[in-house]
């Protein structure tokens, strides 16, 4: 806590909010806290939520995602006991001491919230990789054409909790397909969560990636179908 030592003799100042500052006296010495109690944990908070924000932003969140969490969701928002059943994941997933390897697949048509709620859940866990899943694949390509390491792929591999974004935006092929099922093989060996969202049924990702990778996501995860309108057309003002 930061604090400023002024003469006995001073009179109470207030905070920047208005509040009156108490003193504390340590032997012949007058003391205040630079802001009132309230305004200290406010600013302790949005510490936090900046470096939370900060540990996302470096982990490949998009700018738009970055104050995602469960209480911003936009208009309209999905029904609330499907809301509570993905806060309830998240929350019970961030306790877990061992990893159970549950995952959540959200699926519906575009502009639904499925993305801002996946990032709630990664908010909620506290140590999350996101990834787009044509971010990946791109970096995949790259890494087979340099013949260089792909961080992401890696990185993606060990998270703590991986969230796949947009599942099926892209038919993998080939050397890419092989590098996602190694991806999703890794995580299902080792029974880390992954939070898939995509714009496919259940029964229609497997004509996408594979036989192979729809056995490990729909394998591990209780899935969920995030349906509505589009909110980016119903936001916007007609003119």
């Known amino acids: 806590m930061d604090a400023v030592m002024i003469p006995q003799s001073t009179e109470p100042i207030t905070c920047n ?3 009156p500052i108490l003193p504390y006296i340590i032997g012949d ?14 600013d302790s908070e949005a510490e936090e939520q900046r470096k939370q924000d900060e540990k996302l932003v470096s982990l490949g969140l998009q700018r738009r995602y970055r104050g995602s969490d ?16 993905i806060r309830m994941y998240a929350l ?36 999350a990789l996101f990834v787009n899943t ?21 990185s993606a591999r060990w998270a703590p909790l991986l969230i796949l974004d947009d599942l099926g935006s892209e038919r993998p092929t080939g050397w890419v397909q092989e590098r996602l099922y ?8 080792e029974m880390l969560p992954t ?14 990636i594979g036989t192979r990778s729809a056995s490990r996501v ?20 007609a003119v």
């Open 17 to 19: 909010c208005g509040t």
């Open 29 to 42: 010495h007058t003391f205040y806290a630079s802001s009132c109690v309230a305004c200290l944990m406010k």
């Open 70 to 85: 469960f209480d911003n969701l936009h208009e309209p928002k999905p029904a609330e006991h499907i809301i509570e059943a």
């Open 92 to 127: 019970e997933t961030a306790k877990e001491k061992e990893p159970s390897g549950r995952g959540l697949y959200l699926w519906g048509p575009a502009g639904t919230g499925k993305t801002h709620l996946a990032v709630a859940v990664a908010r909620a866990f506290g140590n």
């Open 134 to 154: 044509l971010f990946l694949f791109d970096a995949l390509k790259t890494s087979y054409n340099t013949q260089a390491p792909c961080e992401v792929f890696e």
């Open 182 to 189: 190694a991806l999703l093989n890794t995580r299902w060996d």
């Open 195 to 208: 939070v898939y969202t995509s714009n496919y049924a259940p029964m229609a990702i497997e004509g996408i």
């Open 218 to 237: 729909l394998g591990t995860c209780l899935t969920i179908e995030i349906d509505g309108p589009d909110h980016r057309r119903f936001s916007c003002a």
